[in-house]
C-alpha cells in the first residue's frame, strides 16, 4: 500500500507543472501558428492571470505555506484557467479585466461597445497612431 501512496505522490507533484507549465506552453504555441484569434486571447489571458497568481503568491508566502490544502486550490483554480472545456482564463479576462484596461488606457473607445471578442480596441488605436505619426512628420 505504501507503494500506491508514492505514486500517488508523485503524480501530485507532476500535476502542478504540467497542468500549469507544460500544457499552457505547447497550447500557446498551437495557438500562434492558428489563424484563430479566440486561442491567442485564450492564452494571452492565461499567461497574464499565471503571472499575476505568481506574484502573489511571492508576496505571500508566509501566509500560504500555513494553509496545507493551497497547492491542492491553486492546482484546481489554474486547470479550470487552462482546460479548454471552462475556458476560464479568456472568461476570468473578459468579465473582469478587460473592462478595466479599456476604461484606463482606452478612454475614448468607450467599454461597452467591445464585449464580443471579434470587435477590439486595436483598430481605432491603430489609427490613432498613424494620426499622431503623421501630425509629428508634417510639424
Known sequence: MSRFWTVMSGVHQLAGPVTMLLYPLYASVVAIESASKEDDQQWLS????????TLVEMLLASV???IPIWYDVKLIAVAWLVL????GAAFIYNKFVREKVIKRYYPGIGGGEHKSSSSSPN???K???????TTKKSS
Open 127 to 133: 489609427n490613432k497612431l498613424a494620426d499622431l505619426m
Open 84 to 87: 479548454p472545456q471552462f475556458r
Open 64 to 66: 500560504l505555506e500555513w
Open 123 to 125: 483598430g481605432k488605436m
Open 46 to 53: 492565461y499567461w497574464i492571470l499565471y503571472s499575476f497568481l
